[in-house]
């Protein structure tokens, strides 16, 4: 019995010490560089060895210069050596002058070991989640829920997005919580999918359960206040606004392109169509006018009218902003920063933004005042007109020519501004916009393709009859080109007059002659000149009548809209880098090419704003579908997966739920086939969704910021949705879609404006009253209500804006005339009860769609009673509160006081 004793003993050590030996020879755990390593270093290190600085030679930003020599003449890291490893041997370092990082706190012990393990391990440079291409995902198992025996999980899964959300519930001991009430629900699913409160048919049929909730949601979708309230969404993407901004911030005419955006989203354009013809309609083959609309996505950039400066200037920074816009909008990318230096955190290098600059460098706009090119909107009979002008030039000419005239029908390009012409003599750019030669005045232009022309068309205007205007070939001495008259113009107009035919590149040599008039008077203000190809056939039956027509159409004055076209290769431009990012510093030729850290590009693309389109909507480019989704979501939740919606890059929010946004990534692009509507209907349809907002002690502590979506999204309503709610739940509302922007009133003395004389004229009948989409944005003086609830003044590109909370929105809503004058409607409709009870509860009602409880009963029966009292004993009060009409008596204004603070409660300005 002893020796058996001893002997089980003995056996027990020896596995005793097996196992020992075998933890200790275990290999430690491989350190992943993307979540342990690059924190580290990008919190302690790459602000001296990053895109920036490279001190001592030495750069943790790219692989290549980490293990690369530095200015010792050897590698600071040297994979699988940590002891012969300066970068680690200088962490360890007790000198403070030579301990890195250099006089800042030295890193915690288990910084330098995790530092030390992963040069050991190799050094291995892992790649950012971001940047790789999210794989296939495996839906987490169902076993997650027998566990959980809450009744608030029975029937929580709805679709596959709850299994993902219940695993981490799961993980963090935590439950869903229970559904939301139907009348909560269905207001919150209004108000996420149209912008609007749900109205009462549509909740009564869902309520009694005439209708299931997947019906309602696609009601709810198929209705076209979905694309005006998405439609808000992207517009702050786009940057739109009614004003060219900067200091004069002149009115632009680019509602067109905001009816565009509603139509698309309405008819669940693909994202991917959606992307290419907002990049590159132009590029399209025979683009539609559709098409050409899309292109002002980046025609809202800002345009400077000031006197005196550079246009060239101001053009670059247009450029620039498209690249900094399309990179914030479709990869969650700050490439900002990359302008002037390497990425100081992820891996873009300093000359991958001028090759995306390459990309958008050659368009025809540049910083005119006229905001050239402008798509020109013809009327049916005009449009009559074009079609025959372009059928005839088809006939007797080739396609090639046939289009130039069509183009420039369509926009009139491409021609010469005047802001080219140089070395003046007696003359000089008049108001920044047009040439201004007085008697024997000359300037030049210099790099003119004529295109074998045998006419020049000219846009000017003149106050003179008589003058001479001369243009010869490269300098005074030159052979003659042209030479004509101009007279007197009711205005801008274009003339041609004949010119010799010539093929190569040239300088135009411009002189005038007047000598009856003032020596200090223009003999004419020229625009811009241009060239089109000679049309052949003028000798052939119906020219006369279609150059007439032609020259009408291109002189008649329509509706407009700034939009991109494409530089001819006459004109194309030569993009260069910019040392240090100056525009004024221009160094080496840069050609266009995508960062190499993301997906490679296809040689069948073209090397132009189309190619690059195509390239952001691969399904190989890991960021686009990512972005869309996170984006999404965050309308939805109010936070996104990704919790900072302009940013993927390693110093960014890690996912909440990695797998969860690759997930929906993947099947956005194959399953939904870049749907947006499938997109939102399948979030909406999810338990997660549905949940109770309602907050208790353990969540509240566990998960104060709802990360883990234990409850339902509980956030306040965007700037437009609560003046909107206003509007729609007093019955003034107007469903009045599309159009120029409109002016509901605002307080007198808003807006001041220079230069122009405009001023705020407040719209008048339904106008007054229609959507906040619709509303005229200036970006100097953006519409007051909708800036205190944080909309966007949109001088660049928001895709995420900043929710605050202050006593000015309170002020908003009390005392602006257009919630006051909402209240004063919902009042109205509440004296249709005779019972101050009643008519209080069915205000309520209307508002929310809920029953109003007790206490709120009495609070709000007070505030009427309170109110009544002191509107009869100061009857004059009424007028001065409610000017809105002539005959209002003591119970209307009470009801209206009411009216307001329900509009002001928070179940009121919140979605849940």
Known sequence: MKRRIITTSFFVIIIGIVILLVDYLKPDPLIDFSTQVKPILNKNCIACHGGVKKSGGFSLLFEEEAFADTESGHPAIIPGNAAKSSFIQLLKEDDPELRMPYQKARLSEEEIELLTQWVNQGAKWGEHWAYSLPDKVNIPETVQVAGISSENTKGFIKNEIDYFILRGLDNNDLEPSSPAEPNVISRRLSMDITGLPINTDLYESFNSGNISYENMVDDLLSRNSYGEKWASWWLDHARYADSKGYEKDMGRSMWEYRDWVIRAL????????????????????????????????????????????????????????????????????????????????????????????????????????????????????????????????????????????????????????????????????????????????????????????NYIYLRYSSGVDASTITIRKDNPEGEILARF????????????????????????????????????????????????????????????????????????????????????????????????????????????????????????????????????????????????????????????????????GSQSDAPSHPELLDWLALRFMNEHEWSIKSLVKEIVMSGTYRQSSMNNAILYQKDPENKLYARGPRTRLSAEQIRDQALAVSGLLSDKMYGPSVMPPQPEGVWQTVYSGEYWVESKGEDKYRRAVYTYLKRTSPYPSIVTFDGSSREVSTVRRTVTNTPLQALVTLNDPVYLEAAYFLAKYMTKFDDPDNAIASGYYKALMSEIDKNKLISLKTLYTNSIIEFEQQAESIREFLPVESEVDANLAALTVVANAIMNLDEFLTKS
């Open 266 to 453: 309405n008819k669940d354009m693909p994202f991917d169509q959606f992307t290419v013809e907002q990049l590159a309609g132009d590029l399209l083959p025979n683009p539609s006018v559709d098409q050409l609309i899309a292109t002002a996505f980046h025609r809202n950039t800002m345009n400077n009218d000031e006197g005196g400066t550079d246009d060239e200037e101001f053009r670059v920074a247009a450029v620039i902003d498209r690249v900094n816009t399309t990179f914030e909008v479709w990869q969650s990318t700050t490439i900002g920063c990359v302008q002037c230096h390497s990425h100081t955190y992820d891996p873009f290098k300093h000359e991958e933004f001028y090759n995306l600059m390459a990309f958008f460098n050659n368009t025809r706009d540049e910083d005119t005042t006229g905001d050239e090119p402008n798509l020109k909107f013809y009327d049916k009979e005009q449009e009559i007109k074009l079609s025959k002008v372009y059928d005839w030039i088809l006939k007797n000419n080739n396609k090639e020519v046939a289009e130039a005239y069509n183009n420039f029908m369509k926009y009139l390009e491409p021609v010469y501004h005047a802001h080219l012409a140089e070395n003046y003599t007696n003359g000089s750019l008049a108001g920044s916009q047009s040439i201004g030669l007085r008697d024997n005045g000359s300037c030049y232009i210099k790099d003119v393709y004529t295109q074998g022309a």
């Open 485 to 648: 008259k101009t007279n007197k113009t009711q205005g801008r107009v274009i003339h041609k007059f004949p010119f010799k035919k010539i093929n190569e590149k040239t300088t135009l040599y411009i002189e005038a002659e007047n000598p009856t008039i003032s020596a200090k008077t223009p003999t004419s203000y020229i625009s811009w000149i241009a060239f089109l190809p000679e049309v052949k056939g003028s000798e052939s039956p119906g020219y006369s009548e279609i150059d007439k027509e032609f020259m009408e159409l291109i002189n008649t004055k329509t509706p407009t809209l700034p939009i991109l076209v494409e530089n001819p290769d006459f004109q194309k431009r030569t993009t260069r880098f910019f040392e240090r990012g100056s525009w004024l510093s221009q160094t080496d030729t840069i050609e266009p090419g995508t960062p190499h850290v993301l997906n490679d590009w296809k040689s069948e693309w073209p090397k132009n704003r189309l190619g690059l389109s195509k390239w952001l909507v691969s399904k190989e480019n890991p960021l686009t579908a990512r972005t869309l989704v996170n984006r999404v979501w965050h309308q939805l939740f109010g936070r996104g997966i990704v919790a900072s919606l302009e940013d993927m």
